[in-house]
């Protein structure tokens, strides 16, 4: 009885990693085969005879050329700056909107704070094209700060929704107190609520970063110009065309180009995973 | 939120009281009774919601409003005149076009069969963590990459593993012996939007695991006893305890990854632009390659709303989720 027991209990964690490495072989072959594409010298990289798997001259080549002779960093800086503007843009424009829908009570709140959800839920494939329309007619077309106003229509219903969720579980007696106390809301929210909200903040901070790091459609119609282009459609638009045997150092780009975000989420990851769930759990 | 003990609440609370203690007047000034005004739940409510609506009103709303406008144009780019007005032109044009009924097929091809992959195997990736108990935090993380690095970046990569000479996928499978010669993945109709569906799986199988998985951890462990006590084995115990309460997570996220996934751009945009013979195009690709480069911004409007009925669709039925939870 008891060995039958202990039998199931090894067998099912057994079967258990057995699934786990499925999943990591799955998930992260790609990854893996990237990361030797990009340190194989090209000798070894197009020759047929040879295993691909196999790898006997490991070579930075790749990263150098990627470096010095393409845009690579002129674009990876382009994605931070715009990624910085847009996220502070959202942040601060997100926590005044999820304080007033979380806390306050005003006629059409509960509709608003309904319609801000819906906003998240638009992709921004069916934006993109009306929304090139209209920042060309601002005379913002092909310029950076298109994408700075472009990339808060999605990330102001993501940091206010996930903001407002965090709002709500501060007890309200705080504030209230310091009202008692002769402060004013703004002040209690800024003295006494902002500070505790901090690590959420933060969170949300990170995420919208990430977001705007790997967005893509708008990047690609907002700014045309080679110079103002953004990591991803720098590297998919401007390195992709410009040679056939180019595997190595293509492959150098797009994981130089991947780090910064597998970074922010390796510190961030627990925030992250209850981020994303927060809503699918609570509803 | 992580919980603070109440001494520290009140303590913190205590010295931010010293700060504000309100300054004694009798006579209220012009800019104490404005701050009083501003201070109504009724004025300051809607004042710091107004910039974010204002945006959205702006960028979001009205781009959509110019998009059913456009859509009832003529309008291309090489002519800068507003174009005229034509009804649903467009629209009775798409309709007997071939290419955009192939890509409407391709499109619900794509997201069916997408979705119930990224479901299946996303729930299979959820039991199997709830199970794994060694360096736990790290395997999820790492398992979690798909989805959080730049899907054009990654893409890349697929467009590399799927070369049609040095595809590393036909090396493997032929080294195996499970195929006898190579496979044109991105070449050929049929295996090109295989393909596709393939990376856009495997992008999405981390979020429906990790999202599952917190739905799997949020079912109270005393369910799973209770029905030991009845003699459950583990079979009947998935489809009586674990499946039911899991319904709700799974709505959920099946929902929202239905959208996006209808949606989907960039996976089709990196590796076959469309192509071969328009056998992948999606609604977000066809409007791309209509309204941006053959410059037909009305008919391109016009594609680009076919997005719009899967949306709604997804709205409802999330609203009376939500509703029902209320």
Redesign the interface.
Known sequence: MVSSLRFRKIS??L???L??AF??V???F??F??LI?SIKPDSE??D?SQ???SLHKPTLDHYVYLIQNTRFLLWMRNSAVVAIVSTSLSIV??T??A???AR??????QT?G?T?F??Y??????????????IRNLGLFDTQIALM??Y??FL??FC?WLLMG?FK??PKE?EE??MV???????ALR??IL??ML??ILSAALFAF?LS??E??YA??LAQTEAIKT???G??SQL?LADVYF?GS??A???L??VP??IV??FF??Y??KG??A???K? | ??T?PLQS?SN??EK??E????RESFSPTIQQRL?AW??Q??I??????A???L??L???A???C??IW?SLTDKVIARSDTGNFIWFANFAKLFKDSIFQRTAINTFNFALVSVFFKLVLGL??A???D??KLFK?F????????W???????A??????F?S??S?IN?LLL?WGLIQEKIIWLGVPATAMLSVQIVNI?RG???F???LL??LQ?IPQELYEAAEIDGANAWSKFWKVTFPLLM??TA??TL?SI??T?????IV??LTRGGPLNSTHL??TL??QT??LAGR?GE??AV??F??PV?VI??IL??R??QK?D
């Open positions: 099912k964690g079967t258990a990693y699934g786990l999943f990591i799955i998930l992260l790609p990854f085969w990237m594409t990289l197009y047929m295993s691909p798997l424009v997100g005044l909107a304080y007033s829908l306050l009570r005003f006629r059409g709140a608003l309904l801000i819906i906003t839920l638009i992709p921004t494939t069916l934006i993109f094209l009306p929304l090139a329309y209209v106003i472009a808060p229509t102001i219903p206010t965090y579980g501060i705080l107190s310091a106390d002769g402060a004013t809301r703004l002040q003295m006494i500070p505790i690590p959420g990430t790091w790997n893509f459609i690609l119609t990591l991803p459609t590297i998919v992709v595997w293509l492959m780009a797009a994981l180009g991947s975000i597998a989420y390796s990851l627990e992250y995973v994303m769930t809503g699918a759990v509803g | 939120m992580r603070i609440w913190q609370l931010r009281m700060v504000m203690s309100p701050s501003f201070n739940e009724k300051l409510g809607p004042a710091l919601v910039p974010a609506v945006i959205l702006l960028l979001i009205y781009p959509f110019v998009a456009l299979l990736m039991l199997v963590l199970e794994v935090n395997f999820r993380g790492i398992l979690l990459l798909p959080i690095v730049p899907t054009s970046l990654s890349l990569g697929w467009l590399w593993m070369d000479q040095f590393v090396h080294d495997w199988i981390p979020f695991g990790i999202s917190a739905g949020a709700p997570v959920v996220v929202f959208v996006q209808f949606a989907d751009f960039q945009y990196v609604f977000a409007t791309h309204a941006i911004l391109g409007a680009s709303l997005i719009f949306l997804a709205v999330q609203l989720y939500l939870q």
